[in-house]
């Protein structure tokens, strides 16, 4: 009897073994597996997602993305729950083999890895899966967030591999929304906007009434806003409003819908927006520095740029909570001072305040670094230009028109000192009142009052203001003495405001900025005596002086060109120089460039080749151009991989003798002729070489990464590889 029994229970047990195959056996891993393991690893899994979607903060001024990053940072704070689960998990791989929850705990392990930054075990997991999976759903499931694994680490062909199988296998609902969602996420990542949007909307009708739907709006909304597509970005603007949006997702989607409406129809009043209505509303009292953001925003699209400058500045007073908001209004500044008001000095201040804030991350960020470097040698040269226009127009005056406009000049410089003194005693009154923060500004008022150090607007104008005075000076010691060089050229020749050209600090005796003179004192006319050596009155110094505006002409047209990629303006200043410097030993040079900037359409196009050919028949310039027409006409035949060879070898013996920038020139016009020829990767390696000689170690990284990107199955590729390896080891060391 005891032996039967015994017989019986081991029959049981051995019945129940994780690798038996018999229908009693699966129904009790089945049972065991999800209601034991499983389900505590999901739940884990749940609450970790939902602690890491409240942590996660949307950045409104960048277009948000389709899906959640997988980002390791917000993975951190959820760490135990998220080990928890794969420990979970884990328990149904190793104890419950045949139970048919085996994939999906698999799937769990590979997104909670994938939560982690483990990127390679998720990965693996996930593949796991695919290769080894018994039900096609959970395979399905596991491709989908592959795919995101893929798109996060920017391996984009994998993933659209992945989206290409999975478009045809069929896909239970809740995998579709899915698989829509993921691969519109690898398309805005690639910056394919149109096709982004498109597939969203397939996902919308699978999408429950929720804030993410909300939030999806909102994202369709900013996809069609970039592509130009203002009706339909509106549409999902107001569908924002009917999903159950968060406070300040509804606000910024009105903000969005508040300037397409301006767009849509110019006809708009501002007035009547209801702009003061937002601005009195406790609710947006956080918000307050965006509403002004959006009054400049569309004041500016009205012309009306004065306006639109002091709304942005208000934007930048009364972010308080909102800090991540300052650098793109300190770009909006930089742009309207740069392209609309030509104030290029601003410009470069508020580009260089963006920087500071602005996160590395950002969309902008290397285009802003770009500009902000080349408007740094802008301004330096555009500086040097107004000056000698200045100093020349004054050499050619009468002895005795000069003397009264250098009175005229040290009248205005003195009143301004008056001014700025005048300024700063009523701050120092102001400050030490008992109720100084209730003293409002220009700029700030009442509670809205911060230390003018801790103001980047107020720097800025400090800044700028400083240079107008004194010049671009090093920091150093008696600054202000008498015998220091004064660099500040900056007014017009046209400009009666000429003092900034020609006026030092101070005076030979060494008077204090704030000391007013008497006109026709020993001080007066020592400081006019001294502003008088300045001015280049001799045929040599005269001569001096217009040198040194041909060469900073020479090169704000490069600038143009190469830098701000602005040709129209490259060609302008380029025609400046021609007309005022004929004889110009810049003249082949510039016929060339000024030939590439225009338009294939332009009819004055031809006429600039004309003049290089008939000018210079022998340069270098000239042989380019005469390459590159045989090249066109021979279609990329043997002929023009001839020609190619030539002007690589041309371009090659320019680098080896040093003359980097025009290399640099005719190298970056080579790979847009032989784009299509074999060797055009030769050219975009030469190009490496060239950019970090011109243009510094940040722009040589960023050629490496481009040839990296644009010629992955070029034979030159592991050199370009070892190349960025050696220089982040260079980095690393220092």
Known sequence: MLGSLLTLLLGMLSGC??????????????????????????????????????????????????????????????RPQL???????????????????????????????????????????????????????????????????????????????????????????????????????????????????????????????????????????????????????????????????????????????????????????????????????????????????????????????????????????????????????????????????????TAQAYYDSALVTLPQQAEQYRIVSDRKKALDEFVTQISIVRTEDSLQALAQMNPAALERKLDAIIEEQEEEKRQLLLKAQEALAASNRPSASDIGTPFISGSERRWELYDPVMVNQGRVEFRRLWGNRPLEDNWRRANKENASFTASAQNP???????????????????????????????????????????????????????????????????LKEPEKAVTTFTRLLKDFPKTAYREEIYYLIYLSLDENNKNRPLWKEKLLAEFPNSSYARLLNQAQLAQDDKGGTLGGG????????????????????????VENALAQYRENPLVDKFALLRIFLVGKVRGRDAYLQAINEFIRLYPDSSLLPRVQEMLEVTGRASTRR
């Not at 739940?43 to 997988?70: C, G, S, V, W």
């Not at 009292?285 to 953001?293: A, K």
């Not at 020609?643 to 025009?662: M, P, Q, R, V, W």
């Open 83 to 345: 080990e928890n689960a794969i420990k979970k998990a884990s328990i149904v791989a190793e104890k419950h083999q045949n139970s048919k929850w085996l994939d999906d705990s698999y799937t769990l392990i590979g997104k909670d890895r994938l939560y982690l930054g483990q990127y390679d075990d998720g990965v693996e997991a996930l593949r796991y899966v695919f290769a080894n999976g018994r039900d096609e759903d959970d395979k399905n499931t596991a491709l989908i967030w592959l795919m995101r694994a893929y798109t996060q680490k920017g391996d984009y062909d994998n993933a659209l591999d992945v989206a290409e199988y999975l478009r045809q296998q069929p896909l239970t609902k809740e995998a579709t929304r899915d698989f829509y969602l993921a691969k519109a996420a690898v398309h805005q990542q690639q910056g394919e906007y149109l096709t982004a949007v498109a597939i969203l909307e397939q996902a919308f009708p699978l999408l429950k009434r929720s804030p993410e739907k909300a939030r999806l709006h909102y994202v369709a909304g900013q996809l069609y806003d970039r592509i130009g597509q203002y009706a339909l970005a509106a549409d999902h603007y107001r569908d924002v409003a009917r999903n159950r949006p968060t406070y300040d997702l509804s606000f910024y989607a009105g903000m969005n819908s508040l300037q397409n409406r301006v767009l849509l129809d110019p006809k708009v009043d501002l007035t009547d927006v209801g702009f003061d209505k937002m601005l009195r509303d406790r609710k947006n009292n956080d918000l307050r520095d965006r509403i002004y953001y959006t009054m400049g925003l569309l004041a500016e699209r009205r012309g009306r740029y004065p306006e639109a400058v002091g709304f942005l500045q208000k934007s930048v007073q009364v972010a308080r909570a909102n800090p991540e908001q300052i650098p793109y209004t300190y770009l909006e500044l930089a742009r309207i001072n740069y392209d609309r008001l030509e104030d290029y000095e």
């Open 497 to 563: 405001n000429l003092n900034a050209a020609v006026v030092p600090p101070e005076n030979d005796l060494g008077l204090k900025a704030e000391t007013t003179l008497a006109k026709g004192s020993e001080a007066w006319v020592t400081r006019r005596n001294g502003l008088l050596k300045n001015v280049p009155i001799s045929e040599a110094a005269f001569s001096t002086s217009e040198k040194r505006e041909e060469d900073a002409l020479y090169r704000l047209g490069k600038i143009y060109r190469f830098d």
């Open 643 to 666: 020609f190619a060879a030539k002007t690589y070898d041309s371009i090659y013996k320019l680098y080896t003798a040093g003359n980097y920038s025009e290399a640099l020139a005719q």
């Open 17 to 78: 073994s994780q690798y038996s195959s018999s229908p009693g056996s699966v129904a009790f891993h089945n049972l065991t597996a999800k209601y034991n393991a499983y389900y505590i690893a999901r739940f884990e899994t749940e609450l970790a997602e939902r602690a890491m979607h409240k942590a996660y903060q949307d950045n409104y001024n960048q277009i948000l993305p389709i899906l959640m990053p997988l980002d390791s940072t917000l993975g951190i704070s959820v």
